[in-house]
């Protein structure tokens, strides 16, 4: 039990990170421009993409740097040709803009790469296992995953709480027309914004790509989580996305842990009953389960919290 | 000369005539071309591809020549009835699947409706690979043949080898959550419990199909579980994505599997350096011993660049062209009365039919082990480059792999 405790927690805390890793810029975006991204996924895809191509032709580490920053200019392109201009149409042209371009996105995507999974190793160096718990082998390559999340995390906080960059975009999440006011580009600050929350999908992507799945349906695998972390945490707060992102990775990890089921907590029903839908939920396991439990809490965070757990503002 | 060019005029004609009566049989592939399935569903076009290349080679099915439509249903049983509807239109009366249960079942129930709305239009569903039992029993229908053993059938002869291995004490399952992998865990606890009481069920798994992108939380619970075996349904990626999990944490068990072949199954299986370890059960290997089977996979290799994953496929269009000869028609209706009870000289070698009961094919099956090669003049087929092939550990006859159905056939 403490093998699997200890593996559950390596393993969701990793996934949490990951996660963190794309609701930051996600969540950012959002409070500064009121836009739900619905590419920002699909950012994440390109990266892991760009990561393999950039690793077949000039190695792992170079695509490590390169993948992120082109993914970035293809976010600062999105920006400064895309929704600035539709920006005047309201929020919803701009909505409309990012869910057209997800599509866009995996499309070009299949068309350059094909719709089977591309064959993205883990690099030589990190394919060996980094240490051994109750006898269970824990991948070099996950903590690496997990290191590169974390330095991403402090230098994310360092650069927010404690530079002047930092100070304009806090300003500008919470203020955007006082800073305009105030003599500062927020056009220009809001396309580095969404090129850095491009490029930490890009990073998020092309460090995930070799250990989950390189495939054109990876953005829409993993998107509709990222609103669950972002509404979770609380709209524009880092820190909430942080927790958030933990938290949802620990719950996933766990739920797919455990066996419980009502039939396990109330013993099984009367055999009289016969195979109904009733049996069925009775027995359902919460393994089984684990999928939907982040939308469960999506929606229970909207009933009971709709600020979200630290958020301070309600739209 | 006048005479002549009357002549000449009327042969044309009569081979125009001739040229568009031969219009070609057009094949349905309704399988998924995106999506997690992808790379299964790729290597299965590619086979139907070849096969129906070799079909025309030697002048197609009485002179008509054979086409594959690709079809992409992604894994869905909802867009696989879009896409089946618009090869009906486009005047396809064979479509044949294989991937997913759910799609298959529901590709059964619309074959079935739309030949009894639509006589003379009749539509049939060649099976090559959706394995779950309902198909050939409660839910049987005419029109649908299926060429790949049964779950239950695949089960039974796996656990007839399990018997024999008393090194087997703890099992666990783990399966994908649709109506392949929940017959996958009955049947297992069920004919386990009948021939092995002994064996411990100590973990019974269902996840999403086709969805996990990370199995370590699962390969944390097998571990965790103490278990000795792994029995899975699993396929694509869910199986290599599995193995690839229990390859990074070290796992070391015994690998019961149905499809340890498919596309990135054997690299993963290279990588937990658990040789002879992982066994499948199918109706045929590329290192069977059969000189023809053998002769086919080497240029199917050269041509595909991938491996023999469906002699079944072979099957159901070799058998297609007999019964097609037989009835002397190309015509839906012919072919399905001359497919019943039709026997058949398998590709791997041995007798196979098709049982008139259920339109299930009965055919030889054979328990593999994936491991390196010793002898490469009679092993000489390794998988995606690794090395390691599929060597024959068990055989069990047709006649061993008989079940009962409880199919009440309706027919036309």
């Not at chain 1, 995996?106 to 350059?112: A, D, G, L, T, W």
């Not at chain 1, 269970?136 to 903590?143: E, G």
């Not at chain 2, 999506?35 to 009485?62: P, R």
Request: charged share 15%.
């Amino acid at each position: 039990m403490a093998e699997l405790i200890v593996i559950s927690t390596l393993n969701g805390v990793l996934f949490g990170m990951l996660l963190f890793l794309l609701s930051s810029g996600l969540t950012v975006i959002f409070s500064m421009m009121g836009v739900l991204n619905f590419a920002h996924a699909s950012f994440y895809m390109l990266g892991a993409f760009f990561g393999y191509q950039l690793t077949r032709w000039i190695g792992f580490w170079p695509a490590l740097v390169i993948a992120p920053l082109l993914v970035g200019v293809v976010g600062m392109g999105v920006e400064r040709y895309g929704l600035r201009n539709t920006h005047k149409h309201g929020h919803v042209a701009e909505l409309l803009l990012t869910f057209g371009l997800a599509f866009a996105i995996e499309e070009i995507v299949s068309m350059i790469w094909g719709k089977s999974p591309v064959d993205y190793r883990v690099p030589a160096v990190l394919d060996f296992p980094a240490f051994t718990i109750f006898s269970t082998n824990y991948p070099a390559y996950k903590i690496f995953m997990l290191v590169v999340s974390v330095v991403i995390f402090i230098a994310l906080l360092v650069t927010l709480k404690r530079t002047r960059v930092g100070l304009i975009v806090q300003a500008a999440l919470t203020h955007p027309s006082m800073v305009g006011h105030l003599g500062h580009n927020v056009g220009r600050v809001f396309m580095l914004v969404f090129g850095v929350g491009s490029a930490l999908a890009g990073l998020a992507g092309v460090i995930a790509g070799p250990s989950l799945v390189t495939q054109s349906d990876m953005a829409a695998l993993l998107g509709p989580i990222l609103f669950v972390v972002i509404v979770f945490g609380g709209l524009g707060s880092l820190p909430g996305a942080f927790i958030a992102s933990l938290l949802i990775g620990l719950i996933q990890t766990f739920a797919v842990a455990l066996n419980g089921s009502l039939a396990s907590v109330f013993g099984p029903l009367d055999p009289s009953l016969g195979p109904s839908p009733l049996t069925d939920i009775w027995n359902v396991t919460i393994a089984q389960i684990a999928p939907i439990l982040p939308y469960l809490l999506l929606v229970l965070v909207l009933i009971f919290r709709p600020m979200g757990l630290l958020g301070t503002r309600e739209s | 000369m006048r005479r002549l060019i009357v002549a000449a005029t009327a042969a044309l004609t009569v081979l125009g005539g001739a040229a568009s009566a031969q219009e070609s049989i057009k094949i349905g592939y309704i399988d998924p071309l995106s999506g997690g399935g992808a790379s299964v569903g790729e290597g299965g076009l590619k086979t139907f591809q070849y096969l129906a290349d070799e079909l025309n080679a030697k002048g197609g099915i009485l002179g008509h020549k054979v086409e594959i439509v690709p079809l992409d249903n992604k894994t869905n049983p909802q867009e696989s009835l879009v896409q089946a509807q618009k090869a009906v239109d486009a005047g396809v009366h064979y479509i044949t699947q294989g991937n997913g249960s759910s799609v298959g079942a529901a590709l059964e129930d619309f074959v079935t409706k739309h030949n009894s709305r639509n006589p003379g239009k009749e539509v049939l569903y060649f099976n090559y690979a959706a394995v779950d039992p309902s198909m050939t029993n409660e839910k049987c229908s005419y029109w649908h043949f299926r060429w790949d053993a049964n779950s239950d059938i695949k089960m039974e002869a796996l656990t007839n080898y399990m018997k024999g291995q008393p090194s087997i004490k703890k099992v666990y399952l783990i399966n994908m959550d649709y109506s392949f992998g929940q017959s996958v865990r009955t049947a297992a606890r069920k004919m386990l419990g009948e021939k092995r009481p002994d064996i411990q069920v100590v973990g019974d798994e269902l996840h999403p199909m086709l969805k996990v992108t990370d199995f370590s939380p699962y390969i944390a619970k097998i571990k965790a579980s103490g278990a000795d075996t792994v029995v899975t349904g699993n396929w694509g990626q869910d199986f290599a994505l599995l193995l690839k999990a229990a390859a990074d944490a070290g796992l070391k068990v015994n690998w019961y599997t149905y499809y340890a072949g498919g596309a990135g199954g054997p690299t993963a299986i290279k990588q937990t350096g658990l040789e002879n370890q992982v066994f499948q059960i199918s109706e045929g290997v590329p290192n069977s011993g059969n000189k023809a089977a053998m002769d086919f996979e080497k240029d199917f290799r050269a041509k595909t660049g991938i491996s023999v994953w469906y002699p079944r496929a072979v099957n159901e269009m070799r058998m297609f062209k007999a019964a097609a000869e037989k009835a002397n028609s190309i015509d839906p209706v012919k072919v399905a009365a001359a497919l019943e009870g039709m026997k058949f000289d398998v590709f791997d070698g041995g007798e196979g039919f098709m049982r008139k009961d259920d339109h299930q094919f009965f055919q030889p099956i054979i328990i593999s082990s994936f491991g390196s090669l010793a002898d490469k003049t009679k092993e000489p087929f390794d998988e995606e480059n690794t090395g390691w092939g599929w060597h024959i550990v068990s055989k069990i006859d047709t006649a061993q792999t008989m079940l009962p159905t409880t199919c009440n056939m309706k027919r036309p």
